[in-house]
């Protein structure tokens, strides 16, 4: 097994001006001039073993991006889509939503990755 929300929550936030939080965003109130992202671990189970060891697990990431216009979300979307990318991670769904009860955008989107583990020496 390996935790890579490290690296996920590095990576988000080197994304200029967003609020970076797990589960749900900290502070809801300022969505007009800084935009949030939380995100979360979905899954992380046994891909294979060798060995009766574990060698390599599947990781899924669920990033969400919190705003006040679509248009927003949008381009965040895509900075989280690259930063996603450089840790080679594979985006396997995204979505539009949108909060009637607080008029808040809101992009859903998934990301998943078999990762290798290193052999302990």
Do not use: G
Not at 21 to 27: D, E
Not at 80 to 89: I, S, T, W, Y
Not at 111 to 121: A, P, S, Y
């Amino acid at each position: 097994m390996i935790n890579l929300k490290p690296q996920v929550l590095n990576k988000l936030k080197e994304i200029s001006n967003v609020e970076v939080s797990y589960f749900y965003p900290q502070k809801w109130t300022n969505l007009e001039n800084k935009p949030a992202i939380s995100y979360y671990e979905m899954d992380n189970s046994v891909s294979s073993k060798a060995d009766d060891n574990e060698y390599s697990s599947n990781i899924a990431i669920q990033i969400d991006i919190w705003a006040k216009s679509p248009s927003k979300c949008s381009e965040i979307f895509i900075e989280v889509n690259n930063k996603m990318e450089e840790l080679d991670f594979e985006r396997t769904l995204a979505t539009d939503l949108f909060e009637q009860e607080t008029k808040i955008y809101h992009k859903t989107i998934r990301f998943e990755k078999e990762e290798i583990l290193e052999e302990e020496i």
